[in-house]
């Protein structure tokens, strides 16, 4: 096994992951799905109806209620964000990353939206409700 994949299976154990036919009832409930992919990947790919897009390299800063930086939805430790990726690599690291930061309801989506897209789900994906 290599090292990342060594950290990347830790992160996972850390949290219960998200299938993607869950994800409408999660924002249902309030979450707040954030996608991370870059711009170009978004467009090659496809938008996220409903998602926050926040690239993953400044996630930490808008998500940190504590921060200067953060986001309006970013109002406490209790938001449940659902982070997506391409695949669902990149987001495992990234809710950990969130989890490191007390923000202790962090998940991320299994497969990412290539599992959304899947499992027809995008059309459901609505903003969370706050």
Known sequence: MSRIDGVLEAARRRY?????????????GGAVLVDIRPQAQRAREGEV????????????????????????????????????CSEGYTSSLAAAALL???LHRATDVIGG??????????????PARR
């Open 16 to 28: 219960r992951r998200l299938p993607a036919d869950d994800v409408p009832e999660a924002l249902r």
């Open 49 to 84: 109806p409903g998602a926050l897009v926040i690239e993953r390299n400044v996630l930490e800063w808008r998500c940190d209620p504590t921060s200067a930086a953060r986001i309006p939805e970013a109002v406490d430790d209790d938001v449940r964000w659902v982070i997506v």
């Open 100 to 102: 490191d930061l007390g």
């Open 113 to 126: 939206y290539h599992a959304l897209a899947a499992a027809g789900v995008l059309r459901d994906v609505e």
